[in-house]
């Protein structure tokens, strides 16, 4: 099974770079599967060519709910973010919004995608530097991610 595991989010912006700082956590600790670890800052129909000709994805991306506590890692299937389908411009389109309109063009989408969410302080403060709750969800996300990959190496 050709597996992508994708990290999202933009270096410079504090906690919005955790997915590819548990992406760079993961190197080197995936053993001999095959798994192919890629960092993007990218979102919507962007990640579509990223996700093309994979049988499975695992996406690791910051979130930031009402009531959430930092730190928190969320373990997502896409069919849990259909609510947020939209598109403001052509521009503007949601991964929800753009694994559909994959789908609808056709495209050889991952048949099992999997989001890690990771729950964030600042998403907004120009740093290279997440805070300290959201530094110490890395090991644990790469863990999980660890045991995700291993529950599916035979697949």
């Given amino acids: 099974m050709k597996t992508l595991v994708l990290g999202l989010g933009n ?7 955790i997915g ?4 760079e956590e993961l190197e080197g600790n995936v053993g001999q599967q095959k798994v192919t670890l890629r960092e993007a ?4 129909l962007g990640m579509l060519d990223l996700l ?22 969320y ?11 939209h598109a403001a411009s052509p521009h ?12 609808r063009l056709g495209l050889s989408l991952p ?14 403060t120009f740093s290279e530097e997440c805070t300290p709750k959201v530094r110490e969800a890395i090991p ?7 045991e995700d990959l291993s529950g599916h190496q035979d697949a």
């Fill in 140 to 146: 644990v996300c790469v863990s999980m991610i660890i």
């Fill in 20 to 23: 590819l700082r548990v992406v």
């Fill in 92 to 103: 503007d389109v949601n991964l929800a919004t753009a694994l559909e309109l994959g789908k």
């Fill in 111 to 124: 048949q099992q995608i999997v989001i890690f969410a990771i729950e964030v302080a600042d998403a907004s």
């Fill in 41 to 44: 800052s990218v979102a919507g």
């Fill in 52 to 73: 093309t000709g994979y049988d499975r994805a695992i996406i690791i991306d910051a979130i930031q709910t009402i009531e959430g506590e930092a730190g928190r890692i």
């Fill in 75 to 85: 373990r997502l299937d896409p069919e849990e973010l259909d609510f947020t389908r």
């Fill in 11 to 17: 270096p410079i912006l504090s906690d919005d770079a």
